[in-house]
Protein backbone atom coordinates (compact mmCIF):
# COMPACT_ATOMS: atom_id res chain seq x y z
CA UNK A 1 0.00 0.00 0.00
CA UNK A 2 1.72 3.07 -0.78
CA UNK A 3 2.02 5.99 1.39
CA UNK A 4 -0.31 8.36 -0.53
CA UNK A 5 -3.33 5.34 -0.51
CA UNK A 6 -2.70 5.21 3.44
CA UNK A 7 -2.95 8.88 4.10
CA UNK A 8 -6.52 9.17 1.61
CA UNK A 9 -7.81 6.19 3.36
CA UNK A 10 -7.08 7.35 7.35
CA UNK A 11 -8.49 10.65 5.98
CA UNK A 12 -11.53 8.87 5.09
CA UNK A 13 -11.75 7.06 8.56
CA UNK A 14 -11.23 10.36 10.43
CA UNK A 15 -13.74 12.13 8.27
CA UNK A 16 -16.10 9.37 9.19
CA UNK A 17 -14.79 10.44 12.66
CA UNK A 18 -15.80 14.02 13.03
CA UNK A 19 -19.13 12.76 11.22
CA UNK A 20 -20.10 10.76 14.38
CA UNK A 21 -18.78 13.21 16.55
CA UNK A 22 -21.17 15.85 15.05
CA UNK A 23 -23.70 13.42 15.28
CA UNK A 24 -23.47 13.40 18.28
CA UNK A 25 -22.62 17.02 19.38
CA UNK A 26 -26.25 18.53 17.98
CA UNK A 27 -28.61 15.55 18.33
CA UNK A 28 -28.04 15.18 22.22
CA UNK A 29 -30.41 17.77 23.74
CA UNK A 30 -28.98 20.51 25.63
CA UNK A 31 -27.69 19.09 29.23
CA UNK A 32 -28.00 16.20 27.89
CA UNK A 33 -24.56 14.45 28.19
CA UNK A 34 -23.03 13.37 31.45
CA UNK A 35 -22.47 15.78 33.45
CA UNK A 36 -22.59 18.36 31.50
CA UNK A 37 -24.99 20.66 33.16
CA UNK A 38 -21.91 21.10 35.67
CA UNK A 39 -19.36 21.72 32.99
CA UNK A 40 -21.15 24.66 31.40
CA UNK A 41 -22.27 25.82 35.12
CA UNK A 42 -18.29 26.14 36.15
CA UNK A 43 -17.45 27.57 32.45
CA UNK A 44 -20.15 30.47 32.93
CA UNK A 45 -19.27 31.02 36.37
CA UNK A 46 -15.55 31.80 35.32
CA UNK A 47 -16.75 33.54 32.34
CA UNK A 48 -18.71 35.85 34.73
CA UNK A 49 -15.67 35.98 36.89
CA UNK A 50 -17.20 34.86 40.47
CA UNK A 51 -14.20 32.61 41.48
CA UNK A 52 -13.29 29.35 41.78
CA UNK A 53 -14.34 28.07 45.26
CA UNK A 54 -13.31 24.94 47.25
CA UNK A 55 -14.57 21.39 46.48
CA UNK A 56 -17.97 21.29 47.57
CA UNK A 57 -18.85 25.16 47.96
CA UNK A 58 -19.39 25.90 44.51
CA UNK A 59 -23.26 26.17 43.93
CA UNK A 60 -24.81 25.92 40.51
CA UNK A 61 -25.85 29.47 38.90
CA UNK A 62 -30.03 29.81 39.53
CA UNK A 63 -30.35 30.42 35.81
CA UNK A 64 -28.53 27.47 34.59
CA UNK A 65 -30.80 25.47 37.30
CA UNK A 66 -33.81 27.01 35.97
CA UNK A 67 -33.04 25.92 32.30
CA UNK A 68 -32.21 22.66 33.02
CA UNK A 69 -35.24 21.72 34.73
CA UNK A 70 -37.32 23.95 32.31
CA UNK A 71 -35.94 23.55 29.07
CA UNK A 72 -38.08 25.68 26.40
CA UNK A 73 -38.21 25.64 22.71
CA UNK A 74 -35.36 26.86 20.56
CA UNK A 75 -37.64 29.98 19.87
CA UNK A 76 -38.44 30.57 23.31
CA UNK A 77 -34.88 30.78 24.37
CA UNK A 78 -33.70 33.85 26.21
CA UNK A 79 -30.22 35.63 25.76
CA UNK A 80 -27.54 34.80 28.84
CA UNK A 81 -28.04 37.98 30.01
CA UNK A 82 -31.70 38.61 30.15
CA UNK A 83 -32.09 34.72 31.37
CA UNK A 84 -29.10 35.89 34.06
CA UNK A 85 -31.34 39.17 34.82
CA UNK A 86 -34.75 37.34 35.22
CA UNK A 87 -32.84 34.26 37.58
CA UNK A 88 -29.97 36.20 39.53
CA UNK A 89 -27.81 34.40 41.92
CA UNK A 90 -27.10 30.84 42.87
CA UNK A 91 -29.23 27.76 43.75
CA UNK A 92 -28.75 25.54 46.66
CA UNK A 93 -27.35 22.52 44.01
CA UNK A 94 -23.76 21.90 44.51
CA UNK A 95 -21.29 22.01 41.26
CA UNK A 96 -19.16 18.97 42.00
CA UNK A 97 -16.78 20.45 39.12
CA UNK A 98 -14.69 22.83 41.71
CA UNK A 99 -12.59 19.60 43.36
CA UNK A 100 -10.81 19.69 40.21
CA UNK A 101 -8.19 22.55 38.93
CA UNK A 102 -10.27 24.61 36.85
CA UNK A 103 -8.25 25.23 33.71
CA UNK A 104 -10.50 23.51 30.96
CA UNK A 105 -13.38 25.97 32.36
CA UNK A 106 -11.01 28.91 32.50
CA UNK A 107 -10.16 27.95 28.32
CA UNK A 108 -14.06 27.69 27.88
CA UNK A 109 -14.80 30.85 29.73
CA UNK A 110 -12.68 32.37 27.67
CA UNK A 111 -14.60 31.08 24.33
CA UNK A 112 -17.50 32.61 25.59
CA UNK A 113 -15.83 35.71 26.66
CA UNK A 114 -14.81 35.30 22.78
CA UNK A 115 -18.53 35.22 21.28
CA UNK A 116 -20.08 37.67 23.89
CA UNK A 117 -21.82 35.08 25.24
CA UNK A 118 -24.28 37.34 26.66
CA UNK A 119 -25.54 38.59 23.61
CA UNK A 120 -26.47 35.48 22.56
CA UNK A 121 -29.22 32.62 23.76
CA UNK A 122 -27.77 30.43 25.58
CA UNK A 123 -28.09 26.99 23.53
CA UNK A 124 -25.64 29.30 21.66
CA UNK A 125 -23.02 28.69 24.37
CA UNK A 126 -23.54 25.21 25.08
CA UNK A 127 -23.34 24.65 21.22
CA UNK A 128 -19.47 26.55 20.83
CA UNK A 129 -18.27 24.78 23.44
CA UNK A 130 -19.39 21.35 21.97
CA UNK A 131 -17.80 22.12 18.79
CA UNK A 132 -14.48 23.45 20.71
CA UNK A 133 -14.56 19.64 21.99
CA UNK A 134 -15.17 17.91 18.66
CA UNK A 135 -12.28 19.88 17.42
CA UNK A 136 -10.27 18.30 20.19
CA UNK A 137 -10.68 14.75 19.77
CA UNK A 138 -10.93 15.04 15.67
CA UNK A 139 -7.45 13.72 14.96
CA UNK A 140 -7.77 10.46 17.67
CA UNK A 141 -7.98 8.19 14.67
CA UNK A 142 -5.18 9.28 13.40
CA UNK A 143 -3.04 9.37 16.92
CA UNK A 144 -4.09 5.56 17.12
CA UNK A 145 -2.92 5.00 13.73
CA UNK A 146 0.16 6.48 14.27
CA UNK A 147 0.54 4.42 17.34
CA UNK A 148 0.31 1.03 15.92
CA UNK A 149 2.02 1.30 12.64
CA UNK A 150 4.87 2.16 15.42
CA UNK A 151 4.32 -1.25 17.04
CA UNK A 152 3.09 -3.43 13.94
CA UNK A 153 5.35 -1.99 11.73
CA UNK A 154 2.04 -3.01 9.33
CA UNK A 155 0.52 -0.44 7.46
CA UNK A 156 -3.11 -2.61 7.15
CA UNK A 157 -3.36 -3.29 10.74
CA UNK A 158 -2.54 0.26 11.55
CA UNK A 159 -5.76 1.34 9.11
CA UNK A 160 -7.95 -1.22 10.82
CA UNK A 161 -7.45 -0.15 14.02
CA UNK A 162 -8.94 3.50 14.28
CA UNK A 163 -12.16 1.37 13.36
CA UNK A 164 -11.99 -0.05 17.34
CA UNK A 165 -13.29 3.81 18.06
CA UNK A 166 -16.61 3.70 16.11
CA UNK A 167 -17.27 0.14 18.19
CA UNK A 168 -17.36 2.74 21.50
CA UNK A 169 -19.70 4.98 20.53
CA UNK A 170 -20.18 6.24 23.91
CA UNK A 171 -16.42 7.48 23.42
CA UNK A 172 -17.92 10.24 20.65
CA UNK A 173 -21.13 11.16 22.94
CA UNK A 174 -18.57 12.23 26.11
CA UNK A 175 -16.30 13.53 23.78
CA UNK A 176 -18.73 15.73 21.77
CA UNK A 177 -20.35 17.08 24.83
CA UNK A 178 -19.34 20.15 26.90
CA UNK A 179 -16.79 17.97 29.25
CA UNK A 180 -13.40 18.39 30.49
CA UNK A 181 -12.68 15.09 29.48
CA UNK A 182 -12.01 15.97 25.70
CA UNK A 183 -8.87 17.55 26.35
CA UNK A 184 -8.30 14.79 28.53
CA UNK A 185 -9.04 12.57 26.04
CA UNK A 186 -6.84 14.02 23.40
CA UNK A 187 -3.53 14.79 26.02
CA UNK A 188 -3.81 10.77 26.56
CA UNK A 189 -3.63 9.69 23.61
CA UNK A 190 -0.73 12.04 22.47
CA UNK A 191 0.86 10.45 25.75
CA UNK A 192 0.69 6.71 25.01
CA UNK A 193 1.31 7.15 21.10
CA UNK A 194 4.94 9.24 22.19
CA UNK A 195 5.43 7.13 24.63
CA UNK A 196 5.37 4.14 22.40
CA UNK A 197 7.70 6.22 20.65
CA UNK A 198 10.20 6.45 23.28
CA UNK A 199 9.74 2.49 24.06
CA UNK A 200 10.56 2.01 20.46
CA UNK A 201 13.99 3.44 20.01
CA UNK A 202 13.03 7.54 20.49
CA UNK A 203 15.76 9.16 21.55
CA UNK A 204 14.88 13.10 20.87
CA UNK A 205 14.20 15.97 23.04
CA UNK A 206 11.00 16.67 21.03
CA UNK A 207 9.28 13.65 21.74
CA UNK A 208 10.62 14.13 25.60
CA UNK A 209 9.10 17.63 25.35
CA UNK A 210 5.82 16.26 24.07
CA UNK A 211 5.58 14.45 27.13
CA UNK A 212 5.97 16.68 29.74
CA UNK A 213 3.19 18.98 27.70
CA UNK A 214 1.28 15.77 27.31
CA UNK A 215 1.49 15.40 31.78
CA UNK A 216 1.72 18.77 32.50
CA UNK A 217 -2.14 19.30 30.77
CA UNK A 218 -3.32 16.25 32.33
CA UNK A 219 -2.35 17.07 35.27
CA UNK A 220 -3.61 20.16 35.57
CA UNK A 221 -7.54 19.14 34.38
CA UNK A 222 -8.02 16.33 36.76
CA UNK A 223 -6.45 14.40 39.64
CA UNK A 224 -6.71 11.40 37.28
CA UNK A 225 -4.24 12.87 35.28
CA UNK A 226 -1.54 12.61 38.38
CA UNK A 227 -1.00 9.12 37.48
CA UNK A 228 0.73 9.90 34.17
CA UNK A 229 3.62 10.91 36.21
CA UNK A 230 4.54 7.60 37.26
CA UNK A 231 3.66 6.01 34.07
CA UNK A 232 6.11 8.08 32.02
CA UNK A 233 8.81 7.18 34.43
CA UNK A 234 8.06 3.59 33.80
CA UNK A 235 8.60 4.48 30.30
CA UNK A 236 11.42 5.68 30.64
CA UNK A 237 13.03 3.41 32.99
CA UNK A 238 11.87 0.67 30.67
CA UNK A 239 12.96 2.38 27.50
CA UNK A 240 14.93 0.01 25.16
CA UNK A 241 14.53 -1.99 21.87
CA UNK A 242 13.96 -4.66 22.62
CA UNK A 243 14.21 -6.78 19.49
CA UNK A 244 17.86 -7.00 20.24
CA UNK A 245 18.19 -10.20 22.21
CA UNK A 246 22.04 -9.73 23.32
CA UNK A 247 22.17 -7.97 26.53
CA UNK A 248 25.90 -6.98 26.12
CA UNK A 249 23.85 -4.98 22.49
CA UNK A 250 21.41 -3.39 23.78
CA UNK A 251 21.40 -0.20 22.87
CA UNK A 252 19.24 0.69 26.61
CA UNK A 253 18.96 4.58 27.43
CA UNK A 254 22.06 4.74 29.97
CA UNK A 255 20.54 4.90 33.20
CA UNK A 256 21.40 8.69 33.68
CA UNK A 257 20.16 9.77 30.72
CA UNK A 258 16.47 8.34 31.57
CA UNK A 259 16.48 9.56 34.45
CA UNK A 260 17.00 13.39 33.09
CA UNK A 261 14.04 12.79 30.50
CA UNK A 262 11.80 11.90 32.78
CA UNK A 263 13.15 14.48 35.36
CA UNK A 264 11.96 16.84 32.94
CA UNK A 265 8.64 15.64 32.23
CA UNK A 266 8.20 15.59 36.64
CA UNK A 267 9.76 18.62 36.95
CA UNK A 268 7.33 20.54 34.21
CA UNK A 269 4.61 18.87 35.67
CA UNK A 270 5.22 19.94 39.42
CA UNK A 271 6.04 23.32 38.21
CA UNK A 272 2.46 24.03 36.57
CA UNK A 273 -0.01 22.12 38.62
CA UNK A 274 1.66 21.05 41.87
CA UNK A 275 0.59 23.73 44.14
CA UNK A 276 -2.87 23.17 42.90
CA UNK A 277 -2.65 19.30 44.43
CA UNK A 278 -0.96 20.62 47.93
CA UNK A 279 -3.20 23.41 48.19
CA UNK A 280 -6.21 20.85 47.97
CA UNK A 281 -4.25 18.01 50.00
CA UNK A 282 -3.90 20.98 52.57
CA UNK A 283 -7.35 22.09 53.11
CA UNK A 284 -9.34 19.22 52.18
CA UNK A 285 -6.98 16.18 53.76
CA UNK A 286 -6.92 14.37 50.14
CA UNK A 287 -6.58 14.76 46.49
CA UNK A 288 -9.80 14.44 45.50
CA UNK A 289 -12.53 15.52 47.66
CA UNK A 290 -16.14 14.10 46.72
CA UNK A 291 -17.73 17.69 46.47
CA UNK A 292 -21.21 15.95 47.02
CA UNK A 293 -19.76 14.12 49.87
CA UNK A 294 -22.09 17.20 51.86
CA UNK A 295 -25.16 16.59 50.18
CA UNK A 296 -25.69 12.69 49.79
CA UNK A 297 -27.90 10.09 51.71
CA UNK A 298 -25.97 7.35 53.06
CA UNK A 299 -27.98 4.58 52.42
CA UNK A 300 -28.43 1.51 54.71
CA UNK A 301 -25.98 -1.41 53.96
CA UNK A 302 -28.02 -4.82 53.44
CA UNK A 303 -28.34 -7.21 55.73
CA UNK A 304 -24.58 -7.92 56.62
CA UNK A 305 -22.68 -4.86 55.91
CA UNK A 306 -20.55 -4.14 52.73
CA UNK A 307 -20.66 -6.26 49.87
CA UNK A 308 -17.31 -6.89 48.44
CA UNK A 309 -19.09 -9.13 45.67
CA UNK A 310 -22.05 -6.95 45.36
CA UNK A 311 -19.37 -3.94 44.72
CA UNK A 312 -17.58 -5.53 42.12
CA UNK A 313 -20.72 -7.24 39.94
CA UNK A 314 -22.03 -3.48 39.85
CA UNK A 315 -18.27 -1.97 38.90
CA UNK A 316 -18.83 -4.24 36.02
CA UNK A 317 -21.80 -3.70 35.10
CA UNK A 318 -21.52 0.30 35.25
CA UNK A 319 -17.76 0.36 34.16
CA UNK A 320 -18.45 -1.40 31.25
CA UNK A 321 -22.00 0.06 29.91
CA UNK A 322 -20.45 3.35 30.38
CA UNK A 323 -17.50 2.74 28.24
CA UNK A 324 -19.26 1.18 25.11
CA UNK A 325 -22.16 3.22 25.36
CA UNK A 326 -25.10 4.45 27.96
CA UNK A 327 -25.99 7.14 26.05
CA UNK A 328 -27.97 10.61 27.41
CA UNK A 329 -27.04 11.09 30.93
CA UNK A 330 -26.23 7.70 31.16
CA UNK A 331 -29.79 6.83 30.27
CA UNK A 332 -30.09 4.89 27.23
CA UNK A 333 -27.64 2.02 27.56
CA UNK A 334 -26.84 -0.45 24.75
CA UNK A 335 -28.17 -4.05 24.75
CA UNK A 336 -26.54 -5.58 28.11
CA UNK A 337 -25.67 -8.32 25.53
CA UNK A 338 -23.77 -6.49 23.19
CA UNK A 339 -21.69 -4.81 25.61
CA UNK A 340 -20.79 -7.86 27.82
CA UNK A 341 -19.75 -9.46 24.40
CA UNK A 342 -17.74 -6.78 23.70
CA UNK A 343 -16.04 -6.70 26.77
CA UNK A 344 -15.38 -10.19 27.11
CA UNK A 345 -14.18 -11.09 23.93
CA UNK A 346 -11.62 -8.27 23.78
CA UNK A 347 -10.47 -9.73 27.47
CA UNK A 348 -10.54 -13.12 25.92
CA UNK A 349 -8.05 -11.61 23.26
CA UNK A 350 -5.50 -10.01 25.24
CA UNK A 351 -5.32 -12.94 27.34
CA UNK A 352 -5.49 -15.56 24.74
CA UNK A 353 -2.65 -13.60 22.80
CA UNK A 354 -0.22 -13.51 25.46
CA UNK A 355 0.30 -18.06 24.67
CA UNK A 356 1.31 -16.63 21.03
CA UNK A 357 4.70 -15.22 20.18
CA UNK A 358 4.14 -11.82 18.59
CA UNK A 359 6.07 -8.55 17.72
CA UNK A 360 5.36 -5.91 20.22
CA UNK A 361 4.07 -7.88 23.15
CA UNK A 362 6.89 -6.27 25.11
CA UNK A 363 5.88 -2.39 24.30
CA UNK A 364 1.92 -3.44 24.69
CA UNK A 365 2.41 -4.76 27.96
CA UNK A 366 3.95 -1.77 29.20
CA UNK A 367 1.73 0.80 27.76
CA UNK A 368 -1.31 -1.17 29.27
CA UNK A 369 0.13 -0.14 32.41
CA UNK A 370 -1.68 3.17 31.96
CA UNK A 371 -5.22 1.83 31.75
CA UNK A 372 -4.67 -0.49 34.39
CA UNK A 373 -3.47 2.78 36.61
CA UNK A 374 -7.37 4.09 35.57
CA UNK A 375 -9.12 1.10 36.31
CA UNK A 376 -6.93 0.70 39.97
CA UNK A 377 -7.61 4.41 40.74
CA UNK A 378 -11.40 4.25 39.62
CA UNK A 379 -11.71 1.36 41.82
CA UNK A 380 -10.16 2.81 44.83
CA UNK A 381 -12.10 5.77 44.59
CA UNK A 382 -15.78 3.82 43.80
CA UNK A 383 -14.60 1.99 46.85
CA UNK A 384 -14.20 4.88 48.94
CA UNK A 385 -17.58 6.43 48.38
CA UNK A 386 -19.08 2.74 48.98
CA UNK A 387 -17.85 2.83 52.05
CA UNK A 388 -18.73 6.22 52.61
CA UNK A 389 -22.53 6.67 51.25
CA UNK A 390 -23.26 2.74 50.82
CA UNK A 391 -23.85 3.31 47.10
CA UNK A 392 -21.83 1.46 44.78
CA UNK A 393 -22.08 3.86 41.99
CA UNK A 394 -19.81 2.43 38.85
CA UNK A 395 -20.31 4.53 36.08
CA UNK A 396 -17.31 6.60 35.56
CA UNK A 397 -16.61 4.11 32.08
CA UNK A 398 -15.30 7.19 30.24
CA UNK A 399 -12.15 7.53 32.99
CA UNK A 400 -10.86 4.64 30.79
CA UNK A 401 -11.26 6.93 27.85
CA UNK A 402 -8.20 8.41 28.46
CA UNK A 403 -6.02 5.51 27.86
CA UNK A 404 -8.09 4.38 25.19
CA UNK A 405 -5.18 4.31 22.49
CA UNK A 406 -3.24 2.01 24.70
CA UNK A 407 -7.14 -0.41 24.64
CA UNK A 408 -7.01 -0.33 20.93
CA UNK A 409 -2.98 -1.10 20.37
CA UNK A 410 -3.67 -3.98 22.50
CA UNK A 411 -6.12 -5.50 20.62
CA UNK A 412 -4.67 -4.64 17.21
CA UNK A 413 -1.19 -6.33 18.42
CA UNK A 414 -3.36 -8.93 20.33
CA UNK A 415 -5.14 -9.62 17.05
CA UNK A 416 -2.64 -9.25 14.93
CA UNK A 417 -0.62 -12.41 17.26
CA UNK A 418 -3.99 -14.76 17.13
CA UNK A 419 -4.95 -14.47 13.59
CA UNK A 420 -1.60 -15.22 11.47
CA UNK A 421 -3.47 -16.86 7.88
CA UNK A 422 -3.81 -14.24 5.39
CA UNK A 423 -7.25 -15.41 4.75
CA UNK A 424 -8.76 -14.91 8.17
CA UNK A 425 -7.18 -11.13 8.66
CA UNK A 426 -9.04 -10.12 5.79
CA UNK A 427 -11.67 -11.47 7.07
CA UNK A 428 -11.29 -10.19 10.37
CA UNK A 429 -10.37 -6.66 8.72
CA UNK A 430 -13.62 -6.53 6.96
CA UNK A 431 -15.62 -7.50 10.21
CA UNK A 432 -13.80 -5.07 12.22
CA UNK A 433 -15.02 -2.16 9.89
CA UNK A 434 -18.33 -3.04 9.03
CA UNK A 435 -19.15 -4.21 12.76
CA UNK A 436 -17.65 -0.75 14.04
CA UNK A 437 -19.79 0.95 11.81
CA UNK A 438 -22.69 -0.92 12.53
CA UNK A 439 -22.05 0.00 16.38
CA UNK A 440 -21.25 3.58 16.20
CA UNK A 441 -24.97 4.03 14.15
CA UNK A 442 -26.87 1.96 16.35
CA UNK A 443 -25.80 4.06 19.29
CA UNK A 444 -26.40 6.97 16.76
CA UNK A 445 -29.87 5.66 16.65
CA UNK A 446 -30.27 4.80 20.43
CA UNK A 447 -29.25 8.35 21.10
CA UNK A 448 -32.10 9.66 18.75
CA UNK A 449 -35.00 7.52 20.22
CA UNK A 450 -34.20 8.10 23.83
CA UNK A 451 -33.99 11.71 22.85
CA UNK A 452 -36.76 12.50 20.65
CA UNK A 453 -39.03 9.30 20.24
CA UNK A 454 -39.91 8.56 23.99
CA UNK A 455 -37.66 5.27 23.79
CA UNK A 456 -39.66 3.90 21.13
CA UNK A 457 -37.26 2.77 17.83
CA UNK A 458 -38.49 4.42 15.54
CA UNK A 459 -38.50 7.64 13.21
CA UNK A 460 -41.78 9.42 13.23
CA UNK A 461 -43.26 13.24 12.60
CA UNK A 462 -43.80 13.91 15.77
CA UNK A 463 -40.35 12.79 17.12
CA UNK A 464 -38.52 14.94 14.39
CA UNK A 465 -40.81 17.83 14.71
CA UNK A 466 -39.17 17.92 18.32
CA UNK A 467 -36.08 17.46 17.34
CA UNK A 468 -36.23 20.40 15.33
CA UNK A 469 -37.75 22.43 18.20
CA UNK A 470 -35.75 21.20 21.02
CA UNK A 471 -31.90 20.34 19.41
CA UNK A 472 -29.17 23.36 19.90
CA UNK A 473 -28.72 23.84 15.61
CA UNK A 474 -32.26 22.45 14.32
CA UNK A 475 -32.70 19.47 11.70
CA UNK A 476 -30.41 20.34 8.95
CA UNK A 477 -27.22 20.76 10.63
CA UNK A 478 -28.27 17.25 11.88
CA UNK A 479 -29.15 15.91 8.60
CA UNK A 480 -25.29 17.28 7.14
CA UNK A 481 -23.39 15.42 9.85
CA UNK A 482 -25.53 12.47 9.24
CA UNK A 483 -24.80 12.42 6.10
CA UNK A 484 -21.01 12.93 6.66
CA UNK A 485 -20.73 9.76 8.89
CA UNK A 486 -23.44 7.54 6.22
CA UNK A 487 -20.59 8.79 3.36
CA UNK A 488 -17.04 8.73 4.87
CA UNK A 489 -18.14 5.48 6.71
CA UNK A 490 -18.90 3.43 3.97
CA UNK A 491 -16.50 4.57 1.82
CA UNK A 492 -13.80 4.05 4.60
CA UNK A 493 -15.65 0.29 4.73
CA UNK A 494 -15.08 -0.69 0.95
CA UNK A 495 -11.59 1.44 0.70
CA UNK A 496 -10.78 -1.52 3.94
CA UNK A 497 -12.36 -4.25 2.26
CA UNK A 498 -10.03 -3.47 -0.65
CA UNK A 499 -7.47 -3.41 0.93
CA UNK A 500 -7.61 -6.47 2.31
CA UNK A 501 -8.27 -8.06 -0.81
CA UNK A 502 -4.92 -7.38 -2.23
CA UNK A 503 -2.06 -9.63 -1.20
CA UNK A 504 0.32 -8.13 1.62
CA UNK A 505 4.06 -7.43 -0.27
CA UNK A 506 5.20 -7.07 2.91
CA UNK A 507 4.50 -10.44 4.71
CA UNK A 508 7.84 -11.55 4.42
CA UNK A 509 9.84 -8.58 6.03
CA UNK A 510 10.63 -9.47 9.55
CA UNK A 511 9.29 -7.74 12.23
CA UNK A 512 12.47 -6.17 13.12
CA UNK A 513 13.54 -4.39 9.91
CA UNK A 514 14.52 -0.49 10.25
CA UNK A 515 13.55 0.09 6.47
CA UNK A 516 12.41 3.49 6.72
CA UNK A 517 8.62 4.58 5.68
CA UNK A 518 8.83 7.85 3.80
CA UNK A 519 5.43 10.11 3.35
CA UNK A 520 4.39 9.70 6.81
CA UNK A 521 5.30 12.34 8.84
CA UNK A 522 3.49 10.80 12.38
CA UNK A 523 5.53 7.95 11.28
CA UNK A 524 9.43 6.78 11.72
CA UNK A 525 10.53 3.63 12.49
CA UNK A 526 12.16 2.18 15.81
CA UNK A 527 15.57 2.50 15.60
CA UNK A 528 18.54 1.21 17.28
CA UNK A 529 20.85 4.41 17.99
CA UNK A 530 19.49 7.86 19.46
CA UNK A 531 17.62 10.11 17.50
CA UNK A 532 19.75 13.44 16.48
CA UNK A 533 18.32 16.60 15.35
CA UNK A 534 20.84 19.05 13.58
CA UNK A 535 20.90 22.22 15.27
CA UNK A 536 20.93 23.86 11.58
CA UNK A 537 18.10 21.81 10.64
Known amino acids: MTARREWFVLGTITVAWLGLLLGFALLTPAFGAPDEPAHV ?31 VPAVDR ?18 PMSQNPPTYWLVAAGILRLIRFG ?3 WATSVLVLRLFDVVLVTALPVLVWATVRRVTRSPRTALVA ?10 AQVAAGVTSWAPMILLGAVLVWLSVRVLTGDRSWWTT ?3 AVAVTGLAAISALGLLAVPFVVLVFALARDDRDRDRDQRTARPWRRSALHAGVVVVAAAAVSGWWWVRTLLVSGTLLPDALRGVTTVQPYPSGGANPGAFAGRQWDGLTASFFGDFGANQWPLPPMVVDALAIIGLVALGWSYARRGAGRRVMTIALVWPALVVVATLAYNWRNYLGTHQGNGLQGRFLFVAVVALVLSQAVAWRALVVRPELRRRLARIAAVGSFAIALYGLGIAYRGAWENVQFRVTPGGL ?10 PLPIALAGVLFLAAAVAAAVFVWRAAAVPSTTAAVPSTTTTPVTGLPLESPPTHEPTVRKENS
Open 209 to 211: AGL
Open 119 to 121: AHD
Open 78 to 95: PTVDALLAAVPGDSPAID
Open 162 to 171: PLLLFAVPQL
Open 465 to 474: SAMAGGSLAG
Open 41 to 71: DAAFRLALGLGWPHGGEMHYLAAIRQIVEHP
